[in-house]
C-alpha cells in the first residue's frame, strides 16, 4: 500500500465517528455518467429549473424526457466497491453519516441505512407530489409518460409529480441540511470521495468539521476546490474504487501480534 493510502487508512483506524461525504466520481464505476461531465446530459440539454417546471406544462413534459432518458442506466445501475467500503465501515459502527450530492441512490442498494444516509440532493429513486409531498414508485410514472408524453400528476390530489431530486432553483429540505450539519459537528474525520467540492451549500458540510480541527481526507480524480485548504490532512488523486476499499480493509482488520 502506498504511503498516501496507508496514512488513510491509520486515520480510519483511529477514527469512531467518520463522515463520508460523496459526489459523482464515486458513481462512474457503476455507470453513471455526471451530468457535467464531458458526455454528461447537461452538456446537450438544458437543465429544466424549478420554478419553471411548476410553472410550465411544456417545462414539465421537458423535465420528464430527460428524466426518463437517464432512468433505465439509474433504475438497473449497482453499486461499486466504493459503495460497498462504506457500507462495510459503516457495519463496523464507525459512521456518523454518509452525506451525498449523487441522486442515484447506490447508497441505499448498497446497504447504507436510512437513519445514517443523508441524500443532500434528493433521490431519483422515488417520486414526489409537489403538493401533498407523497411517494411513490418511478418505474409506473416513467411508463405512463413514455406512453401518453403527459406529465405525471398525483392520483391522491392532483398536483405535479416529479422524481424526488432537487433541481435547480429549488431549495435543499431543511431536514437533510440539518442532518448533514449536524453529522458534520459531531464528525472526528470527514471522508471527501469523488466530489470537485465545487458545488454550494453541500461542498460546506465537510468544511464545518474542519473548523474543529478534524481530520480531512479528500479522494478524487482531478482537482477540488479544497485542495489548496489550511485545515485538509490528506490528499489522494486517484479512483475512489482502488482507494478507499483496501484502506478500509486495512482499517478494520485486527491489531498485528
Known amino acids: ?10 486515520l480510519l483506524r483511529r477514527a469512531q465517528r467518520v463522515l463520508f461525504f460523496t459526489g459523482a466520481g464515486i458513481s462512474t464505476g457503476s455507470g453513471i455518467a455526471d451530468y457535467r461531465g464531458p458526455d454528461g446530459l447537461w452538456k446537450t440539454r438544458r437543465p429544466v429549473e424549478f420554478r419553471d417546471f411548476m410553472a410550465s406544462a411544456s ?3 421537458e423535465y420528464w424526457d430527460q428524466k426518463l432518458e437517464v432512468w433505465p442506466q439509474i433504475r438497473d445501475a449497482m453499486p461499486n466497491p466504493t459503495h460497498h467500503a462504506i457500507a462495510r465501515f459503516e457495519r463496523a459502527g464507525r459512521v456518523v453519516a454518509v452525506v451525498t450530492q449523487n441522486i442515484d441512490g447506490l447508497h441505499r442498494k448498497a446497504g447504507t441505512g436510512v437513519e445514517l444516509l443523508v441524500e443532500l440532493h434528493g433521490s431519483n429513486l422515488e417520486v414526489e407530489c409537489m403538493s401533498c ?8 410514472h416513467f411508463a405512463a409518460f413514455a406512453a401518453t408524453r403527459e ?3 398525483c392520483s391522491a390530489c392532483g398536483g405535479h409529480l416529479k422524481p424526488a431530486t432537487i433541481s435547480f432553483g429549488q431549495s435543499l429540505r431543511e431536514r437533510d441540511l ?9 464528525a472526528d474525520l470527514v471522508v471527501a470521495l469523488g466530489s470537485t467540492l465545487s458545488v454550494h451549500p453541500a461542498a460546506s458540510i465537510p468544511l ?19 485542495d489548496t485548504l489550511a485545515g485538509l490532512t490528506l490528499r ?7 482507494v478507499l476499499p483496501p484502506a478500509v480493509d486495512a482499517a478494520l482488520a485486527p491489531p498485528a501480534g
Open 1 to 10: 500500500m502506498s504511503d498516501d493510502r496507508a496514512e488513510l487508512a491509520l
Open 59 to 61: 417545462a414539465r413534459v
Open 133 to 140: 409531498h407523497a411517494m411513490s414508485e418511478p418505474d409506473p
Open 151 to 153: 406529465a405525471p400528476r
Open 178 to 186: 440539518s442532518r448533514a450539519i449536524g453529522a458534520a459537528r459531531s
Open 208 to 226: 464545518l468539521a474542519v473548523e474543529r480541527g478534524v481530520p480531512y481526507a479528500v479522494v478524487n480524480r482531478g482537482q477540488t476546490e479544497h
Open 236 to 242: 489522494i488523486d486517484g479512483d475512489t474504487s482502488e
